[in-house]
């Protein structure tokens, strides 16, 4: 904030308020005007943050471990809770679930966070429209927590994860291959509504991205990129039988229209002599 105010203060700004743990501000003339007031003076905080943050763990450690107690539900069948939570869902998702393409592990800890001893594993498997125990076999995704983390989330029935868990960083992760997006996607829509609203947008998103075709070499192809709608005409670079989106990065294989560099988001392209390589549509 220090940094910001100063250079703020370059361009003329002058509206700008340090807000400091601990600090009061108070407003008057129908918020018009405030007052500030700071328990440590703002340069003296910043010139020994380290100091003060600190002090203000150990000062709410017994705020912060309550908390984390309140989280175990070890009554709670965590198994059986997200198989009659998620199953429903995966049937439910045709692009989503597809994007994702395989099983997706979680290792769960008797700690409240990938640290500790892995209590149970669970597999939620996206082809197979299934959460099970874990099978010992190869999987893609891997998703580290602890146990009391995922009960509080069955318990609280939160439909966002990604806002819950994943932004928390109280997890680790591992994966074969590129980022896949549809995961944190899914995750971030666990309710009947939030899933319509996701495959509903990817439905639009993918009708949209294959209204236009453009020329390139001799392939024809869809104009905008599946993954962020960059026009290909300007932005597609074709490299033998491989294009690449130059404002993103996407690499595509065009005579399957695989994504090379992520999981889900094909291409539809067709060679000149109308031999067609593109992939199906989902229905």
Not at 10 to 30: I, M, R, Y
Not at 57 to 84: C, F, M, N
Not at 87 to 98: D, G, K, R, V
């Amino acid at each position: 904030q220090s940094v910001f105010l100063t250079e703020y203060a370059k361009v003329g700004g002058t509206n700008a308020v340090v807000q400091l743990p601990g600090s009061v501000t108070e407003l008057t003339d129908g918020g018009t005007k405030q007052t500030t007031t700071h328990p440590t003076p703002v340069g003296e905080f910043f010139a020994n943050k380290r100091a003060h943050l600190e002090e203000m763990r150990e000062r709410k450690r017994p705020i912060i471990e309550a908390e984390k107690a309140s989280w175990r539900h070890p009554e709670i069948d965590v198994l059986g809770e997200l198989k009659k939570r998620i199953e429903p869902l995966l049937e439910e998702s045709i692009y989503m679930a597809q994007g994702v393409g395989g099983p997706v592990r979680f290792d769960l800890t008797d700690s409240f966070g990938p640290d500790g001893e892995v209590v149970e594993q669970i597999v939620v498997d996206f082809p197979a429209k299934q959460v099970r125990p874990y099978a010992d076999e190869k999987v893609r995704y891997r998703f580290k927590t602890g146990r009391a983390i995922i009960e509080h989330l069955i318990h609280i029935d939160e439909g966002d994860w990604v806002n819950s868990l994943f932004l928390s960083c109280r997890f680790s992760a591992a994966r074969i291959g590129q980022y896949n997006e549809y995961i944190y996607a899914f995750f971030k829509c666990l309710g009947r509504e939030r899933l319509q609203y996701a495959e509903g947008w990817y439905d639009e998103h993918e009708k949209a991205v294959e209204a236009e075709d453009t020329q390139m070499g001799d392939w024809t192809l869809q104009r905008r990129c599946p993954h962020l709608k960059a026009d290909l005409s300007r932005f597609g670079i074709l490299d033998g039988n491989v294009l690449t989106c130059q404002l993103h990065g996407w690499k595509f294989d065009l005579p399957s229209g695989r994504c090379l560099t992520s999981a889900g988001h094909k291409i539809r392209a067709t060679k000149s002599d109308s031999e067609s390589t593109g992939p199906s549509r989902p229905h």
